[in-house]
Each structure stands twice: as structure tokens, then as C-alpha cells.
């Protein structure tokens, strides 16, 4: 059984920051990529951000200079530091993490006020 506990989700104003954490913990082995993902109301869900087990990133667009992901390998947990926050960032954000299979986590709410 393999468990992702999110954190850090909450309302901040535009302009602000918030850092989101995802552990993993459970019978999880060999983790490759970690990921955020997010789902607005009435969208698909996208990637944010993702990190290979090399370190390798790759961002949307939409949030390239502003958003840093980064993963500590001990604590099998990723992080997602979100600066200059936008409205349009609003969304509930999932972490996902790649072993030999994925895994989701329980998403964290993520609202921007204009």
C-alpha cells in the first residue's frame, strides 16, 4: 500500500507564494519521475511540473519562471515552490509519483485571489 500525503495548499493573494508538499511512503520502491499536476473547475487536468529521478525538469508554459519543483530522495517527498501567483493558478493540485506503477495523491486546494 503505497500512501501520498499533500501539504501547503491554501488562499493567497495574487503576487504571493505557496509551496506544496507531497510525501511518499509505503511499500514504494525504485521511484522515478514526481510530479504536480492541477485541475480547474470545469478543465482538464494538466502537468505542472515534473522531475525525473536524474533531476531532469520540465514545466508548462504557463508557469515556466515562476513555479520551481524539486524532490528530496531520502524523504521520497517533491515539493512545488509557486511564486507570483496568478488567478488563473487557482486549481486543485495532484502530485503524482512514477514507480512501477503511479500514484496519485488526494490533491490540495490552490486559490489565488485577484
Known amino acids: 500500500q503505497v500512501q501520498l500525503v499533500e501539504s501547503g495548499g491554501g488562499l493567497v493573494q495574487a503576487g504571493g507564494s505557496l509551496r506544496l508538499s507531497c510525501a511518499a511512503s509505503g511499500s514504494i520502491f525504485s521511484i522515478n519521475a514526481m510530479g504536480w499536476y492541477r485541475q480547474a473547475p470545469g478543465k482538464q487536468r494538466e502537468l505542472v511540473a515534473v522531475?525525473?529521478?536524474?533531476?531532469?525538469?520540465n514545466y508548462a508554459n504557463s508557469v515556466k519562471g515562476r513555479f520551481t519543483i524539486s524532490r528530496d530522495n531520502v524523504k521520497n517527498t517533491v515539493y512545488l515552490q509557486m511564486n507570483s501567483l496568478k488567478p488563473e493558478d487557482t486549481a486543485v493540485y495532484y502530485c503524482?509519483?512514477?514507480?512501477?506503477?503511479?500514484?496519485w495523491g488526494q490533491g490540495t486546494q490552490v486559490t489565488v485571489s485577484a
Open positions: 503524482n509519483v512514477q514507480s512501477i506503477k503511479g500514484y
Open positions: 522531475i525525473g529521478s536524474g533531476g531532469r525538469l
